[in-house]
Nanobody
Framework: QVQLVESGGGLVQAGGSLRLSCAVSRTMVKINRGNWYRQAPGDQRELVAVITAGGSTNYADSVKGRFTISRDNAKNTVDLQMNSLKPEDTGVYYC?????????????WGQGTQVTVSS
């Protein structure tokens, strides 16, 4: 069974940085697409960053120039480096991956990690 394990959330002051990591619990898998979403209290979950199988990236306008998504195919991880954090970046961050295994493709979610940015 494939699970995604997130780490790296926490409390940081505005202007600071955090790095989130999302690791696949199994080996012998192929990450096709990796996404990071976030959800603030009372808001809908929004897509923050995407990285494709080929390494192309895309970002929400609100984080462009501040966040960087990356992947390590050898470690089966997708990370999100967050710089120049703002209070409006506060929320629960979820990783999401489309993964191929010997059993076939699937869509998987991490458990979420809290990011709180104080002003």
């Amino acid at each position: 069974q494939v699970q995604l394990v997130e780490s790296g959330g926490g409390l940081v002051q505005a202007g600071g940085s955090l790095r989130l990591s999302c690791a696949v619990s199994r080996t012998m898998v192929k990450i096709n697409r990796g996404n990071w979403y976030r959800q603030a209290p009372g808001d809908q979950r929004e897509l923050v960053a995407v990285i494709t199988a080929g390494g192309s990236t895309n970002y929400a306008d609100s984080v462009k120039g501040r966040f960087t998504i990356s992947r390590d195919n050898a470690k089966n991880t997708v990370d999100l480096q967050m710089n120049s954090l703002k209070p409006e970046d506060t929320g629960v961050y979820y990783c999401n991956m489309q993964i191929a295994t010997f059993s076939g493709p699937g869509d998987y979610w991490g458990q979420g990690t809290q990011v709180t940015v104080s002003s």
